[in-house]
């Protein structure tokens, strides 16, 4: 039986290029804005999802409009900076994880196309290897380091109690 391919895609040199090419002059244009954080520095702080965001909206559209209620402690100036940077990261986060996403989920159907046809060539050449196929014992001494240890046997099952419904429970007679 012939797999089914569940995608057909190839890039050519010159899309690839582009595409690094693209990734490159986005890591130019944030080097030196961005800032990079370990696992443990995440953690201390909180992140702002969408019923905070709306709340910063509403907070920004008060300081905006009562200027002298903002306190001193308060740098507005740099408030606003980092609101319209947020806003911008914000809108830019949402295309690239567009994207990321769609690689994502193309690159796992690519994997499952070829999962599937490396296990059907696998499994002939185990067949060819067992019938002394000139060559295919190496090719499968080769693949076979993949399952190290075989085939989990599968327990043998009692036969069901007729005397049993679905749930188990006994039934009355």
Known sequence: MAQENTISVNFSTEEIKKVK????????????KVKSLTPTERQGFGRVKYEKEVWIDRVKLQMDANPTKVPA????????????????????????????????DTNLLLGYDLD????????????????????AGIIYTDLKQQYPGGRAK??????????????????LL
């Open 21 to 32: 090419d693209a990734i490159s002059t986005i890591a130019s244009v944030l080097e030196g």
């Open 73 to 104: 402690y308060v740098d507005k100036t740099e408030f606003d900076q980092d609101y319209a940077a947020h806003k911008q990261l914000n809108e830019l986060i949402n295309l690239l994880d567009q994207q990321l996403q769609l690689m994502k």
């Open 116 to 135: 599937g046809a490396a296990l059907m060539f696998y499994r002939a050449i185990k067949v060819a290897a067992t019938n002394n196929d000139p060559g």
């Open 154 to 171: 599968a327990p043998l099952l009692s036969p069901p109690n007729r005397l049993t419904n679905p749930s188990n429970s006994p039934c």
